[in-house]
């Protein structure tokens, strides 16, 4: 289901899908991780306007299409200047997320045993992501934050989940460094336009 008609949405399905047909996760992954890089590179696909609008005090989140077929759904997300997440996961979804315009820092985290009932993580590696590149979570490694680090630009990603992402798991750190507290949170959409 396509939320609104943009110039290089068919090729953006159509690289999707053919990704989506592989045999492992891992090899779909891949292939969409490259042939997103190729598809944004190529300036073929060009976002709608709104994808490029802020949100008032959080990141926008504005979902562009949702495969009927394959389960699959694409999300738009603009990032203001120091926007980001705490760290999260994706409730067991692979996905594959492309840096569209400015930078996003991204840093992974290994969830460790829990401790007095708090959940604890290591980081295990920080990109700085530009235009054009693609990263991809697999769980159990999906645990991460996402912010833009300039005090001036916005940054847009785009985000291809297994499927419908509406809610997610978020960690909250507790005071004197005592872990993590586990919540759930409800992902909301912004209107497309």
Not at 38 to 54: A, Y
Not at 104 to 116: F, N, S, T
Not at 145 to 155: G, L, M, V
């Amino acid at each position: 289901m396509l939320t609104t008609e943009f110039p290089g949405c068919r090729d953006l399905i159509e690289a999707i899908d053919h990704a989506v047909g592989m045999q492992t996760t891992f090899a779909v992954t891949d292939t969409l991780r490259n042939g997103l890089c190729k598809l944004m590179r190529s300036g073929v696909v060009k976002l709608p306007d709104c994808v490029f609008e802020t949100a008032e005090g959080r990141y926008a989140r504005r979902e562009l299409y949702r495969s009927e077929k394959y389960g699959y759904c694409v999300v738009a997300m603009t990032w203001g200047p120091g926007q980001g997440t705490p760290i999260h996961d994706h409730c067991g979804m692979w996905c594959v997320e492309g840096v569209w315009s400015g930078a996003l820092e991204v840093v992974q985290y290994e969830r460790l045993a829990d401790e007095d009932g708090h959940c604890r993580f290591q980081p295990v590696g920080s990109i700085q992501a530009g235009p054009g590149s693609a990263g991809s979570l697999i769980p159990p490694h999906e645990y991460h934050t996402i912010r833009n680090p300039s005090e001036d630009a916005i940054a847009v990603s785009l985000h291809i989940y297994s499927g419908n992402m509406t809610r997610c798991a978020i960690f909250q750190p507790l005071p004197e460094e005592h872990g993590y507290e586990r919540c759930e949170r409800q992902l909301g959409l912004d209107p497309v336009h």
